[in-house]
């Protein structure tokens, strides 16, 4: 199974006759191992940019409490500790 020259995996297929597949059966079983090996890349890397998104998501709140906490009494919820 190659991408791009690279070898992501190997597929076997076997048997005892030696001219069991012909050129074209060879053909296509290449072409469906080579099918496999975008499949498998193209997963690699949406599980790579869905972590991504999720480390980011994760790092918004720490990015946003380095920053001065401004408040404003009408965003302030009354306590019944408090008189009013």
């Given at each position: 199974?190659?991408?791009?020259?690279?070898?992501?995996?190997t597929l076997s297929i076997v048997s005892r006759d030696p001219r069991a597949f012909s050129d074209d059966q060879r053909?296509?079983?290449?072409?469906?191992?080579?099918?496999?090996?975008?499949?498998?890349?193209?997963?690699?890397?949406y599980a790579e940019a869905?972590?991504?998104?999720?480390?980011?998501?994760?790092?918004m709140p720490v990015k946003l409490s380095t920053r001065p906490l401004i408040?404003?009494?009408r965003w302030l919820l009354p306590s019944p500790m408090r008189a009013t």
């Open positions: 199974m190659l991408l791009a020259n690279t070898t992501m995996g053909q296509l079983m290449t072409m469906l191992a080579n099918q496999a090996a975008i499949a498998l890349q193209n997963a690699r890397l869905r972590r991504v998104d999720e480390l980011e998501a994760c790092a408040c404003s009494k």
